[in-house]
């Protein structure tokens, strides 16, 4: 060969678990092709591309076939029979539409993502539930915009919508809502999304599958940091800013997801997703970088309510109610003077005494209507005056901070 003396063998590409997989645990029905799909999320858009057509080309001659998968859903099934409740946060719809549909450019017009994305997605919804489907788990799908976790009371419609999922005993599958956007779209930049969904489910963890191990101490000793308790600019220092062909992600944008863990109360973990069964080996090894987060759940709703880029509304309340207000209570519509612009339910409104000194910023209950029509009433007034019944706070002290 000409270049021989240039090429050297590195090792086998292929873990020493799947090497040592025994025969018959691949083995199928006879005549029936295996397919053994190995791949982390940088590579997600290679199989998308590659998968799709060998299969056609296997119906076309009457192939059957069956695939195997590194991430197993017994680990899922396993979980949920202990009580826990799972959301995924999936990519590839733009990829897979550029699959079926044969589109072959790389750099694609924010129209043509769209389109293609709204192809695509009905193959990959269709993935994971055909991947579920013989454990009799069902799945729902939502898709989500920047819009839709940034607007507080569209946040608590998408959280609804989780906690009827989980009612039903159904896997949400979620995906950024792509046809869509109107900002240019990447691939495979899932982190900080699913670090929303997160916050707003109010998740307990938060698992980042990638291609390593965690966050290394240094690139060449690759020694995982096993704790990170604050994010400053010596943890980011230590971020490949390396990016996948494909992805926009990488290691910055999983520090930027830790951040919103850590300030959700949320806990998360970078694990190495390129293994056979990554979840039951984090939850065997505890091999991975976790995330530990600042604040408990509650402190963290508020601070989200206090971080908020201005307000919708002002509300201005009567002595007796900043008094009540100090000692912890809710605001109800007696100690209500005035209102000032228009809001909605689920608004983020700015609390104010009759001189327009700040009190408290809080999530209000009511749209700007409805307390017009009842402010100054007593509680019990309220469904003769509104027509329906409704609960009597107008910010719940849950929902409020005191400035």
Not at 28 to 43: R, Y
Not at 218 to 233: A, C, H, L, R
Not at 342 to 355: A, R, S
Request: aromatic share 8%.
């Amino acid at each position: 060969m000409k270049y021989k003396k240039k090429i050297f063998f590195s090792g086998y590409y292929l873990r020493k678990e799947i090497l040592e997989l025994k025969k018959d645990e691949l083995e199928t029905q006879k005549k029936k092709l295996s397919i053994l799909v190995i791949g982390g999320s940088q590579s997600a858009k290679i199989f998308s591309e590659a998968l799709p057509s060998i299969l056609m080309q296997c119906k076309k001659v009457n192939i059957k076939f069956k695939i195997f998968q590194q991430c197993s859903e017994d680990n899922i099934e396993k979980l949920r029979k202990k009580g826990k409740e799972f959301v995924f946060v999936s990519s590839g719809a733009i990829a897979l539409g550029q699959s079926y549909l044969k589109v072959k450019k790389k750099r694609l017009k924010i129209e043509m993502s769209q389109a293609l994305a709204s192809v695509g997605q009905i193959h990959l919804t269709n993935i994971y539930k055909e991947m579920f489907k013989k454990k009799k788990i069902n799945i729902g799908q939502i898709l989500i915009s920047p819009d839709d976790t940034e607007q507080r009371r569209r946040a608590i419609n998408i959280k609804r919508t989780f906690e009827n999922l989980f009612k039903l005993k159904a896997i949400p599958v979620v995906n950024e809502n792509d046809t869509t956007a109107t900002s240019e779209i990447k691939y495979g930049d899932n982190d900080r999304l699913a670090a929303r969904v997160a916050q707003i489910i109010s998740a307990d963890v938060l698992i980042n599958f990638s291609d390593v191990n965690g966050l290394y101490k240094s690139s060449k000793t690759k020694q995982v940091i096993s704790e990170v308790k604050n994010i400053n600019d010596e943890i980011y220092a230590l971020a490949d800013s390396k990016k996948s062909v494909y992805g926009s992600g990488g290691m910055v944008t999983k520090l930027d997801a830790a951040k919103i863990c850590m300030n959700s109360g949320c806990y998360m973990a970078i694990a190495n997703g390129k293994q056979i069964n990554p979840l039951d080996k984090l939850l065997k090894t505890n091999i991975c970088t976790w995330f530990l987060p600042k604040v408990s759940s509650l402190d963290a709703r508020k601070k989200w309510i206090v971080s908020s880029i201005g307000s919708n509304g002002k509300i201005y309340i009567d002595s007796g109610a900043v008094k009540a207000l100090k000692n912890g209570k809710s605001l109800l519509p007696a100690g209500i003077i005035k209102i000032d612009g228009e809001f909605f339910k689920g608004d983020n409104i700015l609390i104010v005494d009759q001189n327009g000194n700040d009190c408290a910023r809080g999530i209000v209950s009511f749209s700007s209507d409805e307390i017009n029509k009842v402010k100054g009433l007593k509680s019990d007034q309220l469904e003769s005056i509104l027509g329906y019944p409704t609960k009597s706070e107008i910010i719940h002290r849950d929902d409020m901070v005191k400035l």
